[in-house]
């Protein structure tokens, strides 16, 4: 059991074999402070790398009738631009994607990494999080208003 405030879950090797319940779950016990300090290094990477391969799963084909968009996500980095990463997934045909490459997207999205995972396990609204200037979206505003539908966020 993780005490409030403690973000050791983040060290363990065990991250990617989290179900969403439990991630949600640890999310909401770790201080802003404590998860935006863990979510730096190779522990950011692993949360990254294993949000966007999950994310697929999440998606709610039903709902995604008739959503066609390449999404980028742009997520920040502690050091800079230089430091930040991007992630393309394309939602077609109530399927979803990662995608390789540039492709040109129809929404952008830039969060930092805490605030990216807060929204993925249902922790903070992304309505609220573009309120408080922590994540922006430029492009087909109509399309990106359609995400929150069309993915499960939180545990299931």
Known sequence: MTDRGSAGWLEADGLAGMDASELARLVDRTSE???R???IGGVREVALREIFRRMPEYLRPARAAGF?????WHITGAGGPEDANTFWIRVSDGQCELLDGTPTAD???RTDPATLL???TGNE???LAVLKQRLSVR???ALAARL???FAVGPL
């Open 37 to 39: 300090h863990r979510l």
């Open 68 to 72: 066609d968009a390449v999404v980028a």
């Open 118 to 120: 807060r929204v993925v």
């Open 148 to 150: 929150t539908k069309i």
């Open 107 to 109: 929404i952008s999205i």
């Open 139 to 141: 492009g087909d505003l």
């Open 125 to 127: 609204d992304p309505v």
């Open 33 to 35: 402070r404590e998860l």
